[in-house]
Nanobody, 128 residues
């Protein structure tokens, strides 16, 4: 069974940076589609980014394009989210997710239901 463990959240001022990490178990990590989502209080879970399948093609949500960068290190079974130029609107719990059994089709990569394994989440707070 695949498990995901996030780390790296915290508090930062507007304009600051944070790097989140998500370590995964599993021998076939490189074949997973991995994603970051976030959820602010009272809001739906929002797609942030994905590294899609073994090829690792990257896609980003419109709200974070140009500011966030996702990367993965298959040797360490770890995926990262570098977050720069943070804004108060980025405040949320950030979740790492994995699609293990099958790669989501491109038109569905933003849907949380396409990812069957989730981490516990890590809080990011950006103050103004």
């Amino acid at each position: 069974q695949v498990q995901l463990v996030e780390s790296g959240g915290g508090w930062v001022q507007t304009g600051g940076s944070l790097r989140l990490s998500c370590e995964a178990s599993g021998r076939t990590f490189r074949s997973y589609s991995l994603a970051w989502f976030r959820q602010a209080p009272g809001k739906e879970r929002e797609f942030v980014s994905t590294s899609r399948g073994s090829g690792g093609a990257l896609y980003y949500g419109d709200a974070v394009k140009g500011r966030f960068t996702m990367s993965r290190d298959n040797a360490k079974n770890t995926v990262y989210l570098q977050m720069n130029s943070l804004k108060p609107d980025d405040t949320a719990v950030y979740y790492c997710a994995a699609a293990v059994s099958s790669r989501p089709i491109l038109s569905a990569i933003t849907y949380p239901r396409m990812y069957e394994t989730w981490g516990q989440g890590t809080q990011v707070t950006v103050s103004s």
